[in-house]
């Protein structure tokens, strides 16, 4: 069992920056694929970013270059830094926990509370 608390959220205008945190319990944290997803309202659950536990990382076309996903094994706590923001970066920011690499929202067992991300322009 993996529980995730997401942090970091906020209001920013178009061009800033935030970093987003999703602390994990468990002790098999390193195991997991560490996802960053996200829903717009009205929208469905998009992928943004997956990272592997040995640090591989992959990104939706619409955040590459500007969005950065990591993690820290030793403290059971995965991130997303976003850079750039733009209005329509603007949404409930999710992480989630898979043992697979995948960018399919059904594949991630578990799954935090969200952080709301306001980008204004």
């Known amino acids: 069992q993996v529980q995730l608390v997401e942090s970091g959220g906020g209001s920013v205008q178009a061009g800033g920056s935030l970093r987003l945190s999703c602390a994990a319990s468990g002790r098999t944290f390193s195991s997991y694929v560490m996802g960053w997803f996200r829903q717009a309202p009205g929208k469905e659950r998009e992928f943004v970013a997956r990272i592997s536990w040995s640090g591989i990382t992959y990104y939706a076309d619409s955040v590459e270059g500007r969005f950065a996903v990591s993690r820290d094994n030793a403290k059971n706590t995965a991130y997303l830094q976003m850079n750039s923001l733009k209005p329509e970066d603007t949404a409930v920011y999710y992480c989630?926990?898979?043992?697979?690499?995948?960018?399919?929202?059904?594949?991630?067992?578990?799954w935090g509370q969200g952080t709301q991300v306001t980008v204004s322009s």
């Open positions: 989630a926990a898979s043992r697979s690499s995948t960018t399919r929202v059904v594949a991630y067992d578990y």
